[in-house]
């Protein structure tokens, strides 16, 4: 999604061909911590805690790891 053409234009509407670095200010207002997008290791560190023995007793939620998109 990030790498979407269309989205980087609708983030950065004065730009005429704006680039995925252009972008960044823009999605990082987005979200509620501030950072523009979650990284690979991030969600890998969700994905491992949540088959770990820490997290037995979480069943039945969804767990987002959106750096705050939807609470925003």
Avoid at 8 to 33: F, N, S, V
Avoid at 54 to 62: L, N
Wanted: charged share 30%; with cysteine.
């Amino acid at each position: 999604m990030i790498r979407d053409r269309e989205l980087h234009k609708l983030l950065c509407p004065d730009l005429p061909a704006p680039t995925l670095e252009d972008m960044r200010p823009a999605a990082g207002r987005l979200q509620l911590r501030g950072v523009p997008w979650a990284r690979p290791s991030d969600i890998a560190e969700a994905v491992a805690w949540l088959a770990s023995r820490k997290a037995r007793y979480v069943t039945g939620v969804e767990f987002r790891a959106d750096a705050g998109n939807l609470t925003k």
